[in-house]
């Protein structure tokens, strides 16, 4: 288990930009991969974007390509810049490691951080 601290959400009107930071401190060699995940309300958890632990590749969900870049300058952390946000992007934005089975990322830890919040008005 690696400890992930999410931070950076907030409420901004659709249209507007947030950036988010996932920072982990204790990252180790065998997560490879960051990912970044959201719950809305009343919906299950799913995948937003991935960034290998180079920062060189990333991949992103449908919803969110070309609205969001997911980004890092170091092994420790993590950033997902959001931008043209839309109110159904409105959720609770999670860290964790991730893997991927065919076209389906999944996390790598059971537990999960606090979350940031991201609420987008209309």
């Known amino acids: 288990q690696v400890r992930l601290i999410e931070s950076g959400g907030g409420l901004v009107q659709a249209g507007g930009s947030l950036r988010l930071s996932c920072a982990a401190p204790?990252?180790?060699?065998?997560?490879?991969?960051i990912a970044w995940f959201r719950q809305a309300p009343g919906k299950d958890r799913e995948w937003v974007a991935s960034?290998?632990?180079?920062?060189?590749?990333a991949y992103y969900a449908g919803s969110v390509v070309g609205r969001f870049t997911i980004s890092s300058d170091n092994p420790n952390t993590v950033y997902l810049q959001m931008n043209s946000l839309k109110p159904e992007d409105t959720a609770v934005y999670y860290c964790?490691?991730?893997?991927?089975?065919?076209?389906?990322?999944?996390?790598?830890?059971?537990?999960w951080g606090q979350g940031t919040q991201v609420s987008v008005s209309s």
């Open positions: 964790n490691g991730a893997h991927q089975y065919g076209d389906i990322w999944l996390p790598l830890f059971d537990t």
């Open positions: 204790e990252r180790t060699f065998f997560v490879n991969v």
């Open positions: 960034i290998n632990n180079s920062g060189t590749t």
